[in-house]
């Protein structure tokens, strides 16, 4: 297959970074094609809800979106995506990712995808607002999750290295 790996976090080796790492170390071994973009170190800008596009692109943006990402969003089989818990959300990086999927929706729709997500606290209702989401989104792209990985109580690199989500990470992506 074919996989794109979106992460958002500014973080270059914070803990969803170890979660992408080791995800694409596992699809990699299981002889998949990965590409990764890391949103927070691109040139990327929101949505402008122009609609120049029609819902069926090309974007009137010239950034790392339209210029790196989105065919490769259109081409690929799996999409992840990699964000830490900010707001009991997404990170902005991410979700400019998300919302710029708008130039070529019906494209990239019926994919396999993946979710992988940190965050410091533990509680039993850190992540539900950013599963509902994940869910929705899935329901709407017609998206076929291959799994989630909601790494709670991994505030900091050496909170996660002592929890076995970077390994959950790893047989994830050598099961797809
Ligand atoms: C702006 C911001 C918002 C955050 N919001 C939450 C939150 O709502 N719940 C939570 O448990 N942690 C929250 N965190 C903590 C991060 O999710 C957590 O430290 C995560 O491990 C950071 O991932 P990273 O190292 O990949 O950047 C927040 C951190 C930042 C900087």
């Given at each position: 297959m074919k996989i794109v790996v979106v992460t958002g976090s500014?973080?270059?080796?914070g803990t969803s970074a170890l979660l992408a790492d080791k995800f694409i170390e596992g699809a990699q071994s299981n002889g998949h094609e990965v590409f990764r973009f890391n949103a927070a170190f691109e040139n990327i800008n929101p949505c402008r809800g122009c609609d120049a596009c029609g819902m069926?692109?090309?974007?009137v943006i010239p950034d790392a979106i339209s210029e790196k990402l989105i065919q490769k969003l259109v081409d690929c089989d799996m999409i992840v995506l990699v964000t830490p818990l900010y707001y009991f959300g997404f990170s902005a990086q991410i979700k400019m990712v998300i919302d710029r999927f708008y130039s070529r929706t019906g494209h990239i729709h019926g994919k396999k995808s993946a979710l992988l997500a940190t965050s410091w606290n533990n509680d039993s209702w850190t992540m539900t607002a950013l599963k509902a989401h994940y869910t929705r989104l899935c329901e709407y792209m017609e998206w076929r999750s291959q799994g989630a990985i909601y790494?709670?109580?991994?505030?900091t690199r050496s909170m996660i290295e002592r929890s076995d989500f970077p390994q959950k990470a790893f047989e994830l992506g050598k099961s797809v």
């Open positions: 500014p973080h270059r080796a069926n692109g090309p974007c790494a709670t109580g991994c505030g």
